[in-house]
């Protein structure tokens, strides 16, 4: 028998495999402001391999009728052809298929503003645009941008009547999402399990949609609906040696990995302990995994489990305020060998997160602040502190 060249059955970023959804499970419960789900991605047949830590590249489509919208307000049918030229493509693709699954249609540019302002007919139209464009109003509108989607433009300025062609230039790629990967491979080899917070919000007093959550979480049919995806390989995951602890911060969807995580080091009888920091809103109903989490508690998997629910109680409680009061106890971890972990949102969480591992070194270390921030650098540099913040 002849085998492939390897190359042929192989799935990239730039080739992804046509995967199918096969559970979409909401994961809050009653009373939850949240709309957080665990979806199961079916690699079967791929090929694909990944270790946890990995993460999984989604390509979505756009929502059909923010679609819809924009065709209505470029009096358009969506057969017109068009070749953006950011997708260097050999020959045309209608209008349709460029903005539902090839170009981003959120995230205006001031380019958009200035080619609507040179095309724009009726003088209020024209005047409010001019208006963002000198450059004392450079804040005014990065604001104003912020607010708004291009489908918003094109209803605020019908007077500036752009081609088909002219719209898709000034828009870019449809980027792929990658979320970390709730599973092992080692446990799961046919499956992706994916730790999703549906986007939904309203702006400029429109709904809005996070592009690839609703597009897994509303608009992928189970079974049936293909998912273009592809593994992207990470430097985060578990120590190589077995033996070593692992302390894991990941509040909300950061808790992802470390799921996959706990399922590895269970497979692989790794012996090291497991320490898990976690937090969201309420712990009624935002426990993500909770009986997962308990059940290797309970076991003797996951040495100790920290959890932070801020709007429990009258002050807001959060991962690193958990880290400081176990801060004694951390301390003789990390001296101990402990691999440390944090996963989830790098505006505010990380920070925090890191300033809090620093206190902690320096107090418990008796240290002074340089001599923490070198023993930080240190463990960065011995791969014992990674981060996966996005």
Known sequence: MQLEPAHATA?????????????????????????TRHFVVSIAGSGLSYKAGDSLGVYPTNHPEIVDEILRRLHATGDEPVSPAMLKLTEPITLRDALSTRLTITGPT?????????KATDANEKATLDALLVPEAKEKLTEFLGQREYVDLLAEFP????????????????????????SSGRVYPEEVHL?????????????????????????????TTPVPVFVSHSHFGVPADGSRDVI?????????????????????????????????QKRA???????????????GKLARLDVAFSRDQAEKIYVQDRMRAAGA?????????????????????????????????????NMDAAAAAA?????????RYLRDVY
Not at 25 to 30: E, F, G, P, T, Y
Not at 331 to 354: E, L, P, S, T
């Open 285 to 299: 109903c935002d426990f993500l995994y909770e009986d997962e989490w308990l059940a290797w508690q309970k076991e």
């Open 195 to 223: 730790t999703v917070a549906t986007v939904r919000y309203e702006t400029n007093g429109r709904k809005r949609f996070g592009v690839c959550s609703t597009f897994l979480a509303d608009r992928v049919e189970l079974h």
């Open 110 to 118: 001031r380019k958009i503003v200035e080619t609507l302002a040179s």
């Open 11 to 35: 799935f990239t970023k730039d080739n992804p495999f046509p995967a199918r959804l096969v559970e979409n499970r909401l994961l809050n419960k009653a009373g939850s402001a949240k709309d």
């Open 159 to 182: 007077s500036a009547k752009l081609t088909p062609q002219e719209f898709v230039d000034h828009l870019r790629k449809l980027m792929p999402r990658l979320y970390s990967i709730a």
């Open 375 to 383: 023993y930080v650098k240190q463990l960065k540099k011995d791969e």
């Open 329 to 365: 106890e951390l301390w003789a971890w990390i001296q101990g060998g402990a691999h440390f972990y944090v996963c989830g949102d790098a505006k505010r969480m990380a920070k925090d997160v890191d300033a809090a591992l620093h206190e902690i070194i320096a107090q418990h270390g």
């Open 248 to 280: 894991m911060v990941g509040p909300g969807t950061g808790v992802a990995p470390f799921r996959a995580f706990m399922q590895e080091r269970v497979a692989t009888g790794a012996t090291g302990r497991n320490w898990l920091f976690f937090g969201d």
